[in-house]
């Protein structure tokens, strides 16, 4: 039966309210172009539009979001380097004082250390501050590490050393000190992440790092004398100790020529490792971060059982065995590298482990 007139009125005002209807789920008004097609395709149509629209909400809101992440970076970065700029201030003020003697140095000796107590926070809730605690004790225990490792340490003269449980010692930094009575700087000398370290004392067997937090309680002499030992940092002819017995090892043509130099007295043997101090002393000007040096002292340690060494520390002079000022400092332990079966560092590996 063929439609009447009303009824196909009626289907197509409907075609069209549905055209306007999929128009307007778009956001804009119908095209003549829209008018009268499939409204099957005219909502996927919309979908994909939808769809379309909040891919590009996102984009835009992860575009936010990366924008304030880097404002943020920025941000920190900046107080970062003013940081870093007002403590390298500090230090400048600090080298420009007078050097402290041993002899009226109180923190030379052992110590005990400990990291920054619990803090309280006013106002919070005790799970809040548990967090806090937690956070600020893990930052700053970071930084007490660096200045002071774990356990115990031992400020000589000449530089820290951390003190292991069974007696072994790594050496941590050179150094130098200023101040006197209840307050002693450290100043370390290169190879660290901090420019220098504030010891307020609190009787003559207390002390604690200024704005750190961590606490050091004595654990032996507060001598110079004691606190002198035959390492890598504090065995040399600085700073009133014994200077080391070089012996010539051997000559070497890399870097224009270098001679190298062990000092025995240095060996220290432990289970199936050792350690030794040698020296290079160069005959041409060498140069480190547009620092000139003509000699750097080195600690290696040495694996007996099997024949490789790694350097844990070295320090460059100015002058020619191991003399002048110091250029540079670093303490750290490297990969380990065999010593293969001839050459220098095989006979360093020969006389530190007696094969």
């Given amino acids: 039966m063929p439609a009447t007139p009303v009824v196909a009125r009626i289907a197509t005002g409907s075609m069209l309210a549905l055209v306007a209807l999929g128009a307007a789920a778009q956001g804009r008004p119908p095209t003549t172009e829209q008018l009268g097609r499939d409204p099957g395709a005219l909502r996927q149509e919309a979908e994909q539009q939808r769809s379309r629209d909040m891919q590009q909400q996102q984009q835009q809101s992860q575009q936010q979001a990366d924008q304030q992440w880097n404002d943020t970076v920025r941000q920190q970065q900046s107080r970062a380097n003013a940081d870093m700029a007002q403590a390298r201030a500090v230090r400048q003020s600090w080298e420009q004082r007078p050097a402290l003697a041993p002899d009226h140095n109180a923190l030379l000796g052992r110590?005990?250390?400990?990291?920054?107590?619990?803090?309280?926070?006013?106002?919070?809730?005790?799970?809040?501050?548990?967090?806090?605690?937690?956070?600020?004790?893990?930052?700053?225990?970071?930084?007490?590490?660096?200045?002071?490792?774990?356990?115990?340490?031992?400020?000589?003269?000449?530089?820290?050393?951390?003190?292991?449980?069974?007696?072994?010692?790594?050496?941590?930094?050179?150094?130098?000190y200023r101040g006197s009575g209840s307050r002693v700087v450290v100043l370390p000398m290169g190879g660290t992440t901090f420019t220098h370290m504030i010891v307020d004392f609190n009787g003559a067997d207390h002390a604690t790092v200024y704005a750190v937090g961590c606490s050091l309680v004595r654990s032996g002499p507060a001598t110079a004398k004691a606190?002198?030992?035959?390492?890598?940092?504090?065995?040399?002819?600085?700073?009133?100790?014994?200077?080391?017995?070089?012996?010539?090892?051997?000559?070497?043509?890399?870097?224009?020529?270098?001679?190298?130099?062990?000092?025995?007295?240095?060996?220290?043997?432990?289970?199936?490792?050792?350690?030794?101090?040698?020296?290079?002393?160069?005959?041409?000007?060498?140069?480190?971060?547009?620092?000139?040096?003509?000699?750097?002292?080195?600690?290696?340690?040495?694996?007996?059982?099997?024949?490789?060494?790694?350097?844990?520390?070295?320090?460059?002079?100015?002058?020619?065995?191991?003399?002048?000022?110091?250029?540079?400092?670093?303490?750290?332990?490297?990969?380990?590298?065999?010593?293969?079966?001839?050459?220098?560092?095989?006979?360093?590996?020969?006389?530190?482990?007696?094969?």
Wanted: glycine fraction near 14%; include cysteine.
């Fill in 227 to 355: 606190a002198m030992a035959t390492t890598g940092l504090a065995a040399s002819s600085e700073g009133g100790g014994a200077p080391l017995q070089w012996k010539l090892l051997g000559h070497v043509d890399n870097a224009g020529g270098i001679d190298v130099y062990i000092a025995p007295s240095t060996v220290r043997r432990s289970g199936d490792k050792a350690r030794m101090v040698d020296l290079f002393d160069f005959k041409q000007r060498q140069s480190f971060e547009g620092k000139p040096f003509l000699s750097a002292r080195n600690e290696y340690e040495y694996d007996c059982a099997h024949p490789r060494q790694r350097m844990v520390g070295t320090t460059g002079f100015s002058g020619q065995m191991a003399t002048g000022s110091v250029v540079a400092s670093n303490v750290g332990n490297s990969p380990w590298q065999p010593v293969g079966t001839s050459g220098p560092a095989f006979d360093h590996w020969q006389v530190a482990c007696k094969r």
């Fill in 111 to 176: 110590w005990d250390t400990h990291p920054p107590g619990q803090r309280s926070a006013a106002g919070v809730s005790p799970e809040m501050a548990q967090l806090a605690n937690a956070l600020l004790g893990g930052i700053t225990g970071g930084i007490c590490e660096s200045m002071l490792g774990k356990g115990t340490v031992e400020f000589r003269p000449q530089g820290v050393v951390a003190i292991g449980r069974d007696g072994r010692e790594h050496a941590l930094y050179r150094a130098e």
